[in-house]
Nanobody, 115 residues
């Protein structure tokens, strides 16, 4: 059974940093494209960053230069380092694991950027 467990969310002041982690189990992690999405209240879920099984990386324009996605295949974990956080980054952040036929979601972790 595929399971993704996110952690690392919380309340941070504008300009601060957080590091999200997503631990995967039940999959051959190194074969999967991993991604972070976010969903703010009243808005659609949007892609934040994606890292392929080969290491190719894509970012949403809104987070380029501030967020960094990485993966550790030995630990079956994907990370999202978030720096220079803004109030508009406030959302529930979801991890996903993508194969050619299926996308699996984690339960999400809340990130709130507020003074």
């Amino acid at each position: 059974q595929v399971q993704l467990v996110e952690s690392g969310g919380g309340l941070v002041q504008p300009g601060g940093s957080l590091r999200l982690s997503c631990a995967a189990s039940g999959i051959i992690f190194r074969a999967y494209t991993m991604a972070w999405y976010r969903q703010a209240p009243g808005k659609q879920r949007e892609l934040v960053a994606r890292i392929s099984n080969g290491g190719s990386i894509n970012y949403a324009d809104s987070v380029k230069g501030r967020f960094t996605i990485s993966r550790d295949n030995a630990k079956n974990t994907v990370y999202l380092q978030m720096n220079s956080l803004k109030p508009e980054d406030t959302a529930v952040y979801y991890c996903s694991a993508d194969s050619s036929i299926l996308r699996t979601w984690g339960q999400g972790t809340q990130v709130t950027v507020s003074s």
